[in-house]
């Protein structure tokens, strides 16, 4: 084995211990294993420290834990704190940029992309919702309800965005409700709650029992 | 379950969240004790800690830039505070220590038993490591910190951290050795 290939072994052996624990880069990863593959007495090294480190957690996990009092102490140290400028706390702005700016530009990105795909997909399925509403429309007596959009007592509502076509479409059937128009800015939905107007007392009644659905995440009157 | 990142918790915390610092604190606080108690080796100085810790967090959580984990930048602050008491105990407490450590080593029936147990003599020897050899240790195998981040924490460069790891091991092989368990290395 020349000088150069003893480095390079050393190197690697240097690094055993992150390999053990998992927490090398990918290339470093692969560079260990291919020379684990190809030195056994290395091999047999790295045996010994995956021994050491199922050694150090058993150590460390019989170590024991804080008593309940320690948390105690932290929040009466908190409590004799300085109360906190408004500055920090109230800036939403500031605290939305902080919460963005944690994550890499590509976690961003993910994120960004799967915001997007899940608006296109809530608008999709709840255009599913009106169109299979309007193709069941048959026949009607005088009485039926009135599929004229500017007629009845509306309400605005915008949906979870973890509920599914399914959960919107019980949530309707449920509520005898069906959407007139939408969706607007900010992901609105205009929902009618019923064929005629109603008193503002009793619609507001009706967007009290709405607004507890877990479906909805925003509901208010609207003409 | 999706669960609310440290980070965030960390901005919430920023705005005076108490619940936010609960849930931090739920999340860590074991693992930072037994960080610190490996260090400063007094169960009652390791909890006064803690608290101690967690406090510095909710000052400064308004700092915090995201350069790094949440929980590398708790145990910086961790280890900062354990040296700040080792620097402060008195030289007899500092003598017992090392008393308990030569007497780690003396043959007792439990020394003996140790030798039977390799896990058990492995798990003795890793205590009679020296503090810094504890420390590096700890934070690769239990913290589960990569180089980058061992590095950080301790605040030495990172090849460093890769040559005290590999010295810290080789004087664990020669305590086992000492305890008459040869591991053919180094």
Redesign the interface.
């Known amino acids: 084995m020349n000088t150069k290939n003893k480095e390079a072994h050393s190197d690697v052996?240097?690094?055993l211990?992150?390999h053990?624990?998992?927490?090398?880069s990918r290339s470093d990863a692969r560079r260990v294993e291919d020379t684990l593959a190809h030195n056994p007495e290395l091999a047999?090294?790295y045996a010994?420290?995956r021994?050491?480190?199922?050694?150090?957690?058993?150590?460390?996990e019989t170590?024991?834990?804080?008593?309940a009092?320690?948390?105690e102490?932290?929040?009466a140290?908190?409590d004799a704190?300085p109360?906190?400028k408004p500055a920090?706390?109230?800036n939403l702005g500031a605290?939305v940029a902080?919460?963005f700016?944690?994550f890499s530009p590509r976690t961003l990105a993910y994120a960004g992309g799967a915001a997007v795909l899940a608006i296109l997909m809530q608008a999709g399925f709840i255009a599913g919702v009106m169109i299979k509403e309007t193709k069941t429309t048959g026949y009607e007596t005088a009485s039926a309800p009135s599929t004229d959009p500017g007629i009845g007592a509306f309400t605005l509502i915008r949906f979870a965005p973890q509920a599914t076509q399914d959960d919107v479409t019980k949530f309707l059937a449920a509520n005898k409700l069906s959407i007139a128009s939408g969706p607007m800015a900010g992901g609105l939905y205009k929902v009618r709650v019923a064929v005629t107007g109603l008193p503002k007392a009793e619609l507001a009644t009706i967007v009290k029992k709405l607004q507890a659905d877990k479906v909805v995440t925003f509901i208010a009157t609207t003409e | 379950m999706q669960t609310t990142s440290d980070e965030v918790l960390i901005v919430r915390i920023a705005g005076g969240d108490r619940l936010a610092m609960q849930v931090l604190f739920a999340r860590h606080h074991v693992r930072v004790y037994r960080f610190v108690l490996r260090l400063v080796r007094n169960e009652a100085t390791a909890e006064d800690l803690i608290s101690d810790v967690f406090l510095d967090i909710w000052r400064q959580a308004g700092k915090f830039e995201g350069r790094s984990q949440v929980s590398t930048w708790m145990l910086s602050i961790a280890r900062f505070k354990a040296l700040s008491v080792l620097r402060k105990r008195p030289e007899e407490e500092l003598d017992e220590e090392t008393a308990e450590r030569i007497e780690d080593h003396a043959d007792d029936p439990e020394t003996t038993l140790a030798k039977k147990d390799k896990g058990a003599a492995l798990r003795q020897c890793l205590s009679a490591l020296s503090a810094e050899h504890r420390e590096i240790i700890d934070l690769v195998y239990y913290h589960e910190k990569s180089v980058e981040e061992a590095a950080e924490i301790v605040g030495i460069p990172e090849a460093t951290v890769k040559t005290r790891m590999f010295y810290a091991r080789k004087k664990l092989s020669e305590l086992l050795k000492e305890q008459g368990i040869d591991r053919g290395w180094p």
């Open positions: 052996e240097e690094l211990p992150w053990a624990a998992g927490t090398l047999r090294r010994l420290v021994e050491e480190l199922g050694e150090t957690i058993h150590l460390n170590l024991g834990a804080p008593s009092h320690a948390i102490k932290l929040f140290k908190i704190e109360a906190r920090v706390s109230l605290r902080e919460f700016a944690s």
